[in-house]
């Protein structure tokens, strides 16, 4: 029985070894802004995320129009667990990334990346959205801004290198 055990142990770690995990490394979404597409790519590939082609439409969404998409998801998965990675390629001054994470099974990713961004970033506060009627947690590193929040079911980080108070975290009046 123990060596049944010991094999089944020695299979689970051998696992881990070889089938890469699909989450995200802290290092990842801190330097995220400066890799090159070749970079981003191969990285999120040897994750098995995989690229989600779409037309350039307006998805409602500012910073994740003509986004390149990358998810966590299977295609014709029922699995409700996703982390999805929109990065934007609109200027190149002005880069963002969204990422956004979904069900129990990705939050444990988002928590130990937030864990590792309070401790090591800058912390500039916390505001107010009236768009997603949430708390931001906004942090700091070099010139990137970082900004945590719950939006319902999903939580958000997003990697900007300009600020992103007043044109994407209020509602515009007409």
Request: aromatic share 16%.
């Amino acid at each position: 029985m123990k060596q049944k055990a010991g094999i089944l142990f020695s299979i689970i770690i051998l696992l881990q070894f070889v089938a890469p995990a699909q989450t995200l490394k802290y290092e990842f979404v801190k330097n995220c802004l400066i890799y090159t597409e070749t970079e981003v790519i191969a990285d999120l590939t040897a994750r098995n995320f995989n690229f989600v082609a779409k037309d350039y439409v307006n998805m409602g969404d500012n910073l994740i129009n003509r986004s390149d998409y990358y998810t966590s998801k299977k295609e014709n998965s029922t699995d409700t667990a996703e982390i999805a990675v929109f990065i934007n390629k609109r200027k190149a001054s002005k880069k963002s990334v969204v990422f956004f994470f979904t069900d129990n099974q990705s939050f444990a990713n988002y928590n130990m990346l937030e864990s590792r961004i309070q401790s090591g970033l800058t912390s500039e506060g916390t505001f107010k959205s009236d768009k997603f009627d949430a708390d931001v947690n906004k942090y700091s590193s070099d010139k990137n801004l970082f900004y945590l929040f719950k939006d319902d079911f999903i939580w958000y980080i997003i990697v900007s290198n300009f600020e992103l108070e007043e044109n994407y975290f209020t509602i515009k009046s007409k």
